[in-house]
């Protein structure tokens, strides 16, 4: 099975010594208790990139991993205080963030989904309630990967297998407590007694959210990974089946679309009113939902 986003501390992928990550960023945490808050900003930036993907990982989201960082990182700035230096900066920037991407899913509103998933739950949802049919899962951007040059290719190529869609489709079936367990244990690396002081709850119900997480994610996890399977296939194969894909958005060729959606593919397209499942769809039907559009090329 693919393992997705163990990524070591900063000083491991940066080839930097230990010893002078930790003296660095004490000196950063003494002027940011002072009051610096170019200093509290440098010690964050380390980190933000990792961090707004365990984000995006606990919330599927660009949007909401955006909104989670940036509270996270607010209530760090304020607690800092009560950073006592006994574990790393980035273990407790962790478990700040971990909390405020629980607190986001206790508290989003309501808001409509493509038909046929229907609406998110409400304020004061259910966190040990899977979410699998309920959330909607938007890509990770692509320039917000590697963007830090010091990382090596493999790291880059780790960060990008730790974002794909099927692994987040795969976390969709856990509890947002079971991810955030999940997520601090093999990616952080903390322990159970430490994520259970963190998030406020025990050790069983960590261990116990920990066990039901391993077990549900390897099933759930294609045997290779996107990358693997891009690789495979291809560049030219992989730019001519999007090309395919926008020829036939813009000339609203229903047939197209519909023989390119795998058996398990659902297919819809807001603001129109209905949704579509796999290759079971007619192209009549679909092509009533169909509007001609076009596409246009972007960075990611």
Do not use: K
């Amino acid at each position: 099975m693919t393992t997705y986003g163990v990524l070591g501390p900063a000083e491991l992928r940066y080839g930097t010594a230990v010893e002078d990550v930790r003296a660095d960023e004490e000196r950063l945490v003494g002027l940011a208790r002072d009051g610096d808050g170019r200093a509290f900003g440098e010690l964050a930036s380390t980190y933000r990139g990792e961090l707004r993907a365990h984000c995006y990982r606990m919330t599927g989201s660009v949007a909401d991993a955006e909104d989670a960082l940036q509270d996270g990182l607010l209530r760090a700035w304020r607690g800092l205080a009560g950073f006592q230096g006994r574990g790393s900066v980035r273990r407790w920037l962790y478990a700040i963030v971990t909390n405020a991407a629980l607190d986001l899913a206790r508290q989003r509103s309501r808001r409509a989904l493509p038909v046929p998933f229907g609406p998110i739950p409400g304020p004061g949802a259910d966190l040990a309630a899977p979410q699998a049919d309920r959330l909607p899962l938007g890509p990770y951007p692509g320039a917000w990967l590697g963007a830090d040059g010091r990382l090596s290719p493999e790291v880059r190529y780790e960060q990008r297998e730790s974002v794909e869609l099927a692994f987040l489709v795969a976390l969709r079936h856990l509890s947002a407590l079971q991810r955030a367990v999940l997520l601090l244990r093999e990616v952080v690396g903390l322990s159970t007694a430490e994520i259970a002081a963190q998030l406020g709850a025990t050790t069983a119900s960590v261990n116990s959210a920990l066990q039901r997480a391993r077990a549900v994610v390897p099933s759930r996890v294609p045997a290779a990974s996107q990358q693997s399977a891009q690789r495979a296939v291809g560049d030219h194969a992989i730019r001519t089946r999007i090309q395919r894909y926008a020829d036939a958005l813009e000339y609203g060729d229903a047939g197209t679309l519909i023989s390119m959606l795998t058996a398990d593919a659902t297919w819809s397209m807001p603001p129109v009113p209905c949704g579509h499942s796999g290759t079971r769809v007619s192209s009549a039907r679909a092509g009533r939902a169909v509007r001609r559009q076009r596409p246009v090329p972007v960075d990611d």
